[in-house]
């Protein structure tokens, strides 16, 4: 069995995956319009690629002989004289069905290339398959009807009426907006203190329950708290997370008049302890 030597232009020949592809190598290699081609001249530079594809095998090759028949074809059409009427001389271009499949070959391989860079981008990502949700120790929830198709409508018609409140009606919002509430944590550290003279020891909750006071409040009562804590005066704990929380004096005997509540309360450096 004898081997032919293959020559460059043979090796680059064989790179183009069809003769649409070779043919849309040489429009751009030319920069030539893809919507005025000048078939004479892409015709003869067709011809002499495919001379060099004597090492293709046949069922290859036959695709490539194919379009140069078809480029011949359009070529004379260009060039002869025709014999029919100049309404449709006019009416028909012999590129056409040409350019067409040139466009949708020129589509396709545009979408490939994006695939392509696409695959070697997300190649190297591991995506987590779903859990099922006995897996994560939940109940499905099985619907007894089948999902009704204006209830679905209705509902996002509220909620595209709720956003629309919420985002286009902030002037009538704005005077509740500018009377935010004013809490001093002071006066919390003040409120925090007595009540622990008072008791023995008492539960957070208690001195700030959610049904009575607002979120601001309880906020500024835990910042108390943690100032109570800095100064060493009470005692904190906590026997599990988001348990309650248990306030007892760090003195068996509180002071009311603790001077060194007094001197902080006193600071004038606490002026940033008013919240809004």
């Known amino acids: 069995m004898t081997h032919t030597a293959v020559t460059p232009d043979i090796i680059r020949t064989a790179g183009f995956e069809g003769p649409l592809d070779l043919l849309l190598h040489l429009i751009e290699r030319n920069r030539i319009d893809i919507y005025d081609i000048p078939i004479s001249q892409i ?148 409120f925090i203190w007595r009540r622990i003279v008072e008791k023995a020891f008492l539960m957070f909750h208690e001195l700030f329950p959610s049904e009575n006071t607002s979120k601001l409040d309880r906020v500024t009562g835990f910042l108390a708290l943690l100032e109570l804590l800095k100064l060493n005066k009470v005692r904190v704990t906590q026997e599990h997370p988001f348990d309650v929380i248990l306030i007892s004096p760090t003195d068996i005997h509180p002071d009311p008049d603790d001077e060194d509540l007094k001197h902080f309360l006193a600071d004038g450096h606490n002026e940033r302890a008013d919240y809004q």
Do not use: W
């Open 43 to 190: 015709a003869d530079q067709y011809l002499a690629y495919l001379q060099t594809m004597l090492s293709m095998d046949l069922d290859v090759a036959s695709d490539f002989l194919v379009m140069a028949s078809t480029l011949l074809h359009i070529k004379s059409r260009m060039l002869l004289p025709s014999r029919e009427s100049a309404a449709e001389n006019s009416a028909a271009d012999p590129r056409e069905e040409l350019v067409i499949r040139l466009l949708e070959y020129r589509r396709c391989r545009a979408l490939a290339d994006e695939l392509r860079a696409a695959h070697d981008r997300y190649s190297q990502c591991i995506f987590r398959l779903p859990e099922l949700p006995a897996n994560l120790g939940l109940d499905p929830v099985k619907l007894d009807e089948s999902l009704n198709r204006d209830a679905f409508f209705d509902a996002c018609d509220a909620v595209s009426t709720r956003n629309r409140m919420r985002f286009n009606n902030l002037s009538a919002n704005m005077t509740h907006i500018l009377k935010r509430e004013k809490v001093s944590l002071r006066d919390k550290v003040r």
